[in-house]
């Protein structure tokens, strides 16, 4: 049990409410196991007193003085040691590639030059002096987020009085084999999620301020601006759970994003688990219901266009100003764009390639729905440009 105050005064006040409380339940403390006004206690391997959350000596010795490791067993248990200290080591899972690639299976057993000198730098990354602030309710919060091809990060900070921003905690994970196929809006998304979801008990209940490097989110997640109807799926969903949370978004360069972006470069490794199916994946399924198509096929037509190939590389990696002037009416849809199974769908509908449209429309149209009812089946499932132009 710890009871703490800002002031003598407050720490006396809560010290006998805490002791008035233990008498009224018939409880007692053993004054012999007490410790009363510490400057500094050590609680859970930390170290903590008024500046923030240290490391222990004896922890950070039995790191340092861990010998080389001659298994997978052994890489296993120094990670998992070290791993006791992730939220001080914003940068760790960079480090730590090597070693992480040594868990993975049909790994055969090779101690190589780059594994020696993660396992070096991470003890010294043990010894270093950063300290993690300690949590104030009174303070400024932001949340930093951010995503890699294969992982994501964040970073809960305090703002404080004299605009530096204090860590409170690192926390990243790998994506699964699904999410690594998302695109880079879905993915950038996901970290938010991820995020808020991590540190939810910090930010439920009280406003702070999300910090992203993909600007796009700033107007999908905005809590005051409504989200169009044509939104990817998934960001539908994703927007709704944020929906629940006061927030304020803004934009922050890459450059200036380094927290959460060393921390989804390469974070640690993480224990592979049964992946659940996506729900908006077997959404996406039902879209070719009604076609006479399927997505496997859109899929290889896609990768065969030349015109969806760029698009499909810029929606999976990131957008910039497109001088192709067939690209264009994809940009400027560009936040609506996301990639399923490698079919490119702008909101819940499938872009189609150029070699399958006439293929689509006719067997539409010879199903006798009428040409009104043709065009608003074709304009309900799939997508191109100047769709809107479907002749008679």
């Known amino acids: 049990m710890i009871v703490t105050g800002k002031s003598d005064a407050e720490h006396m006040a809560n010290l006998e409410e805490v002791l008035r409380r233990l008498h009224h339940h018939g409880l007692r403390a053993n004054k012999s196991m007490c410790e009363f006004f510490k400057e500094k206690i050590t609680f859970c391997g930390h170290d903590i007193n008024s500046e923030g959350l240290h490391k222990t000596t004896d922890k950070t010795a039995a790191m340092v003085n861990a010998p080389r490791p001659q298994s997978v067993a052994e890489v296993r248990s120094f990670l998992g040691l070290v791993n006791y200290y992730h939220k001080f080591l914003p940068n ?62 964040a970073v809960l900070s305090h703002v404080m009085t004299d605009g530096t921003e204090r860590p409170i905690a690192f926390a990243s994970r790998s994506l699964s084999k699904a999410e690594r196929n998302y695109a880079q809006i879905d993915k950038e998304a996901l970290a938010t999620v991820w995020g808020v979801k991590k540190f939810h008990n910090y930010l439920f209940g009280r406003n702070f301020t999300l910090l992203t490097d993909h600007e796009p989110l700033t ?22 759970f944020l929906a629940g949370f006061d927030y304020t978004i803004r934009y922050k360069n890459t450059k200036l994003h380094g927290n959460a972006d060393g921390l989804s470069r390469l974070p640690l490794h993480s224990e592979t688990t049964e992946e659940k199916p996506d729900p908006v994946g077997l959404f996406y399924a039902t879209q070719f219901e009604p076609l006479s198509v399927t997505a496997e096929q859109v899929k290889r037509e896609t990768q065969r266009d030349p015109l969806l190939v760029k698009v499909h590389e810029l929606v999976m990696k990131g957008w910039s100003t497109p001088q192709d002037e067939a690209i264009k009416p994809f940009y400027q849809r560009k936040d609506e764009l996301t990639v399923h199974c490698g079919v490119l769908m702008l909101g819940h509908r499938a872009v189609i390639p150029a070699k399958l449209r006439n293929q689509v429309l006719t067997e539409l149209h010879e199903g006798h729905l009428g040409i009104v009812k043709m065009k608003c089946l074709a304009r309900s499932y799939i997508w191109w440009p100047k769709i809107k132009d479907l002749s008679t």
């Open 92 to 153: 760790l899972a960079t480090i730590l590639h090597p070693l992480n690639q040594m868990l993975e299976s049909n790994y055969q057993w090779n101690w190589t030059d780059q594994c020696e000198e993660a396992f070096c730098k991470v003890k010294a990354m043990i010894v270093s002096d950063l300290v993690l602030t300690n949590y104030d309710p009174n303070l400024p919060l932001q949340l930093a987020c951010d995503a890699s091809p294969i992982e994501i990060g």
């Open 219 to 240: 107007s999908i997640f905005h809590p005051s601006t409504s989200l169009p109807v044509v939104t990817a799926a998934r960001l539908q969903r994703y927007a709704l």
